[in-house]
DNA sequence: TCATTAATGTCGAAT
DNA sequence: ATTCGACGTTAATGA
């Protein structure tokens, strides 16, 4: 890792063009080639380039220049304040848990924890709009589409199951299945746009399920609303 | 900005649990108090946290502790390797050019870029659930909703253009709007789902507008299927 | 390689 | 404070 702090001037041309004023900032260079230009302030860096075998870079003493494919990083190097370079090894990586996978195996390990007697036919159910996490089937044999958010679900999420509903109508196993979402939260909109949508909202947290609890249903069913229905109040 | 190279071991809770095990890395504390783990590769930090005033930032000799709501971020320094202080001073800011504004500009200067003899009636205009990008007329006077993306467009563009033309079903002078979406380039299941959703998507780069071309009608405009109904088969 | 989705997404603007 | 959409999103995963 190459640690350069300068008086510098960037030019990135891509996707967009941007350009970075002359202004003192800390620029790193990764031992896999990545490319930062950072600030003072926040978590992204200013520009950045993220190098592959066919990119190349060049460092000079008053000039960094990155290029990949079609893209550019030109950093003009002013005046070089201070110049590190050092070894920092191998990385054992970031060990993480309470993702998402982890909500949706859970789930698919019990799946009545979503609503009583729910049974689970398959997860990571194909379509041809892509997976549905959980594709479940009531006592009653009613089939059930679970889509799981990990964070406080957004009106995406209604969409997103509203939308397998109606790609799974075209099936007559699953035809008229009950779309159910299921989060650690809600935001509020997201709860007033699944009632009209028909959708059930069941809230329930990574540790309730860890301790074997069971959801808590935020909103009561209504009837499936069709797919893409939306009227204001 | 306060720079350290350390043989670390971090520890981070709060939107999920990690562990990452003792390695040597850089740290990064900037003077808005965000702190960075960074590994000698990738662009995005293995830890990170950006705190706010009601946050509380804690720099020892052997540890650094984070904590801001119910997140902490724990940093174990093992062994010192590097550490430097110094001042970045004002950040001037990022100029940017060619992002969604340039296209959704250029696209109202130019509407007929769209369609034939497509005109403009106002751009960003104001809805109760956001505004539209461009809210145009056909020749024969029909409505028409245009939704931009810079990107490739996805689902979701899909079902914002048909939220909008369904608000604007309310006014009586924009009822039974045409959506049209408007991109770089598409996702195969966008153009599949919009499609449904008699949703046109007209592909147009930058830059072809740029050089005032006409934008390539990817997929025939079939019958608006109404706010949400789309017809199978 | 491409396409798709999750992410401690981040960030900024508008409500 | 919350919601919403853009982002050079990035990163990982499956086909």
Chains 1, 2 share one sequence.
């Not at 990571?124 to 889509?147: F, H, K, M, W």
């Amino acid at each position: 890792m190459l640690i350069i702090v300068a008086d510098c001037e960037v030019n990135y041309t891509g996707r967009l063009t941007t350009y970075l004023p002359r202004a003192r900032r800390a620029i790193i260079v990764k031992a896999d080639r990545t490319v930062l230009v950072m600030a003072d302030r926040g978590h992204q860096p200013l520009n950045w380039m993220v190098l592959d075998k066919r990119s190349s870079l060049h460092i000079e003493p008053d000039r960094i220049v990155a290029t990949k494919g079609k893209e550019q990083l030109e950093i003009m190097l002013h005046q070089v304040l201070a110049r590190h370079e050092l070894e920092l090894g191998a990385e054992p990586g970031l060990a993480k848990a309470g993702e998402e996978l982890e909500m949706q195996q859970s789930l698919a390990a019990r799946p009545e924890a979503i609503l009583p007697g729910l049974r689970l036919i398959q997860r990571e159910y194909a379509t041809s709009i892509g997976p549905i996490d959980l594709l479940c089937r009531t006592l009653d044999d009613q089939a059930v589409v679970v889509e799981v958010k990990r964070t406080a679900a957004g009106i995406e999420a209604v969409e997103q199951v509203c939308r397998y509903v109606t790609v799974l109508s075209e099936d007559s196993r699953f035809a008229h299945a009950q779309p159910v979402l299921v989060a650690q939260s809600f935001r509020p909109q997201t709860v007033q746009y699944a009632q009209r949508r028909g959708v059930l909202c069941v809230q329930i947290t990574l540790e309730q399920l860890r301790q074997g609890a069971e959801g808590e249903l935020r909103y009561p069913a209504g009837p499936y609303c069709g797919p893409g229905l939306f009227e204001l109040g």
